[in-house]
């Protein structure tokens, strides 16, 4: 009898071992380029998630994962005014298991991050980056493609993802796009950048533009309507002139090639 008792104590202790290392897994996979490897966060950026009290609440974590976080919150004293974006690929299984092996964390005040060497984002570079004037090292699209910077680029940009004028402002500064930038949390940009990932001089560069561009003056939503004016202009030329050079291109008709043998 003890030793029946004995087998699904030692099941689930084996299952508990498993389910905490699929969290670090998973935490690290989705976590840690902006919460840190040792869950420490960026100061002032990013909030700690060793040592934070929130932690003890794995519903709340698990909703947080999934669903995202926007400030303004406090932990430890310190306030965040970033904003975390939803996960929704991680499946209700692995927010769980990423929220166990945080709580597991929550006991010890992690210490803040060592001063690391870290790259300096180059805005000028980080603007030639997002419009596609300088490729990226591993063959992703630029920024362009998807999303808008209001007054960067002749008419804008795509619209598929979301407008990137006050990112900074939304997404924790520059250390937070940093690190979302080398560890996509959306789905649609990590499957654009899958096998493709940004360098950390890259994702550096785009940060420190981003940033630079959300501490300028707001420009008006009308801003490319004489862009798009001119551009209707020169493609109106454009056609005209392909309808001109079709129009001498044709073969010409009887009594045109009757008038011009006339005029000889």
């Not at 995202?68 to 904003?83: A, I, K, Q, R």
């Amino acid at each position: 009898m003890k030793g029946k008792r004995f087998f699904p104590l030692a099941l689930l202790l084996a299952l508990a071992l498993a389910l905490a290392q699929d969290g670090k897994t998973l935490y690290g996979q989705y976590c840690a380029a902006c919460h840190g490897a040792e869950a420490q966060g960026i100061p002032g950026a990013i909030p700690p998630l060793a040592g934070n009290p929130r932690v003890q609440d794995e519903a709340y974590v698990v909703k947080v994962v999934r669903e995202g976080l926007s400030g303004p919150l406090e932990v430890n004293g310190v306030s965040y005014s970033g904003v975390m974006p939803p996960m929704p690929q991680v499946s209700e299984a692995e927010a769980q298991a990423i929220a166990q092996y945080l709580k597991g964390l929550s006991g010890t005040q992690a210490e803040a991050p060592a001063p690391a060497p870290q790259v300096q984002g180059d805005p000028a570079l980080g603007r030639a980056l997002y419009l596609g004037q300088k490729p990226l090292q591993n063959g992703g699209a630029p920024c362009q493609a998807c999303h808008t910077v209001a007054g960067v680029g002749f008419l804008g940009g795509g619209s598929m993802g979301k407008d990137l004028t006050d990112a900074a402002k939304r997404l924790g500064g520059e250390a937070g796009l940093t690190g979302l930038l080398q560890n996509p949390a959306f789905p649609v940009m990590r499957e654009a950048y899958k096998g493709k990932p940004l360098t950390e001089a890259e994702a550096a560069a785009l940060a420190a533009f981003l940033v630079q561009v959300s501490n300028e003056v707001p420009r008006p939503a009308s801003l490319y309507l004489g862009r798009f004016l001119v551009a209707g202009l020169v493609l109106l030329g454009l056609l005209l002139l392909y309808q001109a050079i079709l129009w001498r291109l044709r073969p010409r008709s009887l009594a045109e090639r009757i008038q011009s043998q006339l005029r000889r």
